[in-house]
């Protein structure tokens, strides 16, 4: 499987002003049935777009609304991604499009999932934020630019800013390197560590037969 | 420098630490079920690689099974396929698997401590984020991605960056109608869904020692609602009575040095914590949450929160949306509000002695007219044990539905659901909208709260039950 590869891009902001949105209304539960990855796109914010029998809802949830098409980054509310910790959340976010997440902070599990599917949860300070999010309502036409290799966003006013990312997930995404890849280098270690911890769990093996 | 046992378990299990990058930690348990890893076993499957250590791995079936009898087959027709594909994964790759139909089958955190796999001092993990369960244990639990579930099948080792610490100090006694589901409640609403972001809570003081083990996990298990992946609480002589003898245990001189290395898992005295917070149990009341995340609680005698109140508009906005969705009005007392279900079961509280106290509210007695209750066993063993014990009669003498072991309605992914707009009182740990069927509104609470509520069909003060006077 190949990791996924991020470096520069621009694009347009949708707003979702929500605090606390929990991976439930991103992916509800229904929609974990799946044994793969794909067709995730129409289960996002499912039960917030579409209506009983299916239909969009009208007026549609903010994501469908034609003025945000194609828009990559998603402004939200604070706590994002919090509960579950189901990767299914980044998946259909992936597959519908989205690239960034700004928020003033993300649930930890989210947080990981994100980084290993190429979506960059990206922590603002609240009036930079609070900005963003109005420029997302009200100027359709504003992108913002986001720079991973510098670790830098610019606003549509021009400004850059850097935002925070730890320098292990940057270089992994920068190159297109795989966590679990990463780990089975230090096979030796692993090894050493597991001979000299042996342990007491054994799933295969009950010690006292019942 | 004096540790707190976060920190010794954590040390004890990092296998290498490079500048700048996050420790490789090495994991000793692993719990698999069918929502959350077939992709996994799909990724290992396309790199050509094995199960590193199938003996520290163990799956079992819960989430998406009925939890109507098990002689009849999976109706939904991609829940069958999700079990059947977890059944495959688990003989391909040489994975033990207490699959649907077996007798130790259960929701996967019920069944590991019920095994005894689950050991103080380990590092445990399950792509499920209420595996901090296991930290009642002290072991140091977690929830992870699916993506993290691969690496740990492939390598039994995950990347982690050493969590912050966060001692939650809860003194003093609870009052009678007052349990572990209200303690956590009660944090929860105090600190915040994302008030331990980035730390691991250990749970400490008076009120938790006197705790039996199924209380500690109905603690641990919701401290991801507090928005910390993991909760702990030290081990200590209530911990080794309740894993002495059980099927995975050590036993025999093994029990006993592993019993000699678990005494030392305690925080140093003098051991420094990157947050505290005290909670002092003797004023802690029954608790029921009234809004759309768990934070959103309130003691039982309280009355629902006015948005005018609020001071940051964001609180504010999030209340209004909450009432809105869960239609209720703001300066109502949460007392006496109808319900049209109540659930109790899940890895919060479907243990035997949950099943106990319910069953002893509901013993003789007949749930209110029109309402549905619904008792569900957080495994096939706990449903044996309270058969044993004449628990499923009283159930079903009351007018209760008793269930298979499974998530059942705490998920709402195997048909067990609320119909829209419909009102449960639920033991379990999320009232999400939409959690427990689409348009279904849920009130969190502890088995008392639910099974006084069940002969009322209005939520009930437990302490107005007999044998709980104030
Ligand atoms: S009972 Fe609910 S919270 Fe627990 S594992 Fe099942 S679905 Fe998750």
Redesign the pocket.
């Known amino acids: 499987m190949a990791a996924p590869k991020v470096g520069t891009f621009t694009t347009g902001l949708v707003p979702l002003p929500a605090e606390n949105v929990d991976t439930d209304q991103i992916v509800p539960a229904r929609y974990l049935k799946v044994i793969d990855k794909a067709g995730l796109a129409d289960a996002l914010f499912h039960d917030w777009r579409f209506e009983a029998d299916g239909t969009k809802k009208n007026p549609p949830f903010v994501i469908d609304e034609p003025r945000y098409a194609g828009h990559g980054i998603l402004v939200a509310g604070d706590n994002f991604g919090t509960g579950s910790s189901r990767e299914h959340a980044p998946w259909a976010l992936g597959a519908f499009g989205i690239k960034a997440i700004l928020a003033t902070s993300f649930a930890d599990i989210f947080k990981s999932n994100a980084l290993k599917n190429g979506i960059l949860p990206i922590v603002l300070p609240a009036p930079l934020h609070a900005t963003l999010m109005q420029i997302a309502k009200e100027d359709l036409a504003a992108t913002v630019t986001i720079n991973l290799a510098a670790a830098t966003m610019t606003t549509p006013d021009g400004a850059t800013h850097a935002f925070p990312i730890d320098l292990f997930s940057q270089k992994m995404l920068l190159d297109g390197l795989d966590e679990l890849d990463y780990i089975r280098t230090q096979g030796e270690k692993i090894l050493a560590h597991e001979t000299a911890h042996p342990g007491t769990i054994n799933t295969l093996q009950p010690n006292t037969p019942r | 420098m004096p540790q707190t046992i976060i920190e010794k378990i954590w040390n004890q299990h990092v296998v290498d630490q490079q500048e700048g990058a996050p420790a490789i930690l090495a994991i000793d348990l692993h719990l698999v079920h069918e929502v959350t890893s077939p992709q996994a076993f799909t990724g290992l499957r396309s790199r050509g690689l094995k199960v590193r250590r199938p003996d520290r791995t163990v799956a079992t079936a819960?989430?998406s099974i009925p939890t109507t009898p098990r002689n009849l087959p999976i109706a939904d027709e991609m829940a069958a396929a999700q079990v059947k594909q977890l059944e495959a994964n688990c003989a391909e790759f040489g994975v033990p698997l207490h699959g649907w139909e077996s007798p130790n089958q259960g929701?996967?955190?019920v069944i590991g401590p019920e095994l005894g796999l689950t050991q103080p001092g380990a590092t445990i993990v399950c792509g499920?984020s209420?595996t901090a369960t296991h930290g009642a244990f002290g072991a140091l639990a977690f929830g992870i991605g699916t993506s993290e579930v691969e690496m740990v099948l492939a390598t039994q080792c995950l990347l982690q960056r050493k969590p912050k610490t966060y001692l939650v100090r809860v003194d003093g006694t609870l009052r009678p109608g007052v349990s572990a589901k209200d303690i956590i409640l009660a944090l929860i609403a105090r600190i915040g869904v994302g008030g331990g972001t980035g730390h691991v809570f250990e749970y400490a003081g008076s009120a938790i020692r006197a705790l039996s083990m199924e209380e500690r996990m109905t603690i641990c298990n919701m401290s991801i609602e507090g928005g910390a992946r993991a909760g702990l609480v030290a081990p200590d002589e209530t911990t080794f009575a309740y894993l002495k003898g059980r099927p995975h245990a050590p036993q025999g001189a093994d029990w006993d040095a592993a019993v000699a290395r678990w005494r030392t898992l305690t925080s140093d005295e003098g051991a420094t914590y990157d947050k505290e917070i005290v909670i002092d149990a003797n004023t802690l009341e029954p608790m029921v949450t009234y809004g759309t995340n768990p934070g959103m609680g309130l003691p039982i005698s309280g009355t629902i929160p006015d948005p005018a109140n609020e001071t940051d508009p964001a609180a504010a906005r999030a209340l209004t949306r909450a009432l809105e969705y869960m239609d209720l009005r703001a300066g109502d007392s949460i007392i006496g509000r109808p319900v049209n279900t109540v659930f109790i079961g899940?890895?919060?509280n479907?243990r035997i002695s949950d099943l106990r106290l319910a069953a002893n509210v509901l013993k003789g007695q007949t749930v209110a007219k029109g309402v549905r209750v619904m008792v569900v066993p957080g495994s096939a063993d706990v449903k044996r044990q309270a058969e044993r014990e004449g628990l499923d009669t009283i159930f079903r003498d009351a007018g209760a539905d008793w269930r298979e072991a499974g998530?059942s309605m705490?998920?709402a992914m195997n048909g067990d659901q609320l119909a829209p707009g419909e009102y449960a009182i639920s033991t379990?740990?999320?009232n999400f909208e939409g959690r427990q069927g689409k348009g279904g509104r849920t009130f969190l609470a502890s088995p008392l709260t639910a099974a006084a509520t069940a002969l009322t069909g209005v939520i009930a003060d437990p302490r107005t039950l007999p044998g709980m006077s104030r």
């Open positions: 819960d989430h929701i996967v955190h499920d209420h899940s890895c919060t479907g998530c705490c998920i379990s740990n999320r």
